[in-house]
């Protein structure tokens, strides 16, 4: 099976950085995701890592350490619209890809 | 290209009743999972529909079952409803053996037993 783990909440300024860390463990590895939900929303996906690395997509980057079994998510110059929860979630090595999701990090951003 | 889409957006039920959940999966896509996600969790896979056949299970009781159509739009049916199945329902399309590793997810149905 897998076990997912990230803080449950978050709080930071707006313009500034912050870091969600996620650490895994599981049976079958075939990628992480990140998703952003904002409250009542569907999940909505940002990035995908299935290499260890760091990849960068605008004011959002993801990093991957599969020997760890961490991932974080870090979001730069940040708005008040990130006030979201963002959800950490392991994709299995079966045809189609189910995955397992962590809690989720409510993040808040202040002015 | 038309997204995932789910009806209704919100429902009240009494328990013991039974409910159909809907979802039509994105062009192209051939594979739905359900996911149930209860406030301040995160979502929980229940299934995965694959050319209309169950193709991998979570840990749900028999009474949440589902079907997938020719057209791979799917229903999430729940008998004998609990107080605990008050939820939002995610429905989520993707394409089995393609490149794209995305699943894309639908707007959720807000499910309310009372």
């Known amino acids: 099976g897998q076990n997912i783990d990230q803080p449950t909440e978050m709080t930071a300024t707006e313009g500034a950085i912050v870091q969600i860390n996620c650490t895994y463990q599981?049976?079958?590895?075939?990628?992480l995701f990140w998703y952003q939900q904002h409250a009542g929303e569907a999940p909505t996906f940002l990035s995908y890592?299935?290499?260890?690395g760091l990849e960068e997509k605008g004011r959002f980057s993801s990093f991957l350490s599969r020997s760890k079994g961490y991932s974080y998510l870090l979001l730069k110059e940040l708005q008040m619209k990130d006030s979201a929860s963002y959800l950490c979630?392991?994709?299995?090595?079966?045809?189609?890809?189910?995955?397992?999701f962590g809690d989720g990090t409510t993040l808040t951003v202040k002015p | 290209e038309t997204g995932v889409t789910q009806s209704p957006t919100h429902l009240i039920k009494t328990r013991g009743q039974q409910v159909t959940l809907r979802c039509s999966s994105q062009?192209?896509?051939?594979?739905v999972s359900w996911y149930q996600q209860a406030l301040g969790q995160g979502p929980q896979f229940i299934f995965q529909?694959?050319?209309?056949?169950?193709?991998g299970r979570g840990n749900f009781p028999p009474r949440f079952s589902g079907l997938q159509f020719p057209n791979y739009s799917s229903e999430l049916n729940v008998n004998a409803l609990e107080l605990d199945d008050s939820a939002l329902y995610l429905c989520?399309?993707?394409?089995?053996?393609?490149?794209?590793?995305?699943?894309?997810f639908g707007p959720g149905t807000r499910l309310t037993v009372t």
């Open positions: 989520a399309s993707s394409l089995a053996g393609g490149s794209s590793y995305e699943q894309y």
């Open positions: 599981t049976s079958g590895f075939n990628g």
């Open positions: 890592n299935v290499l260890d």
């Open positions: 979630a392991v994709r299995d090595n079966t045809n189609a890809g189910k995955s397992t």
């Open positions: 062009s192209g896509h051939n594979t």
């Open positions: 529909y694959y050319r209309e056949e169950e193709n």
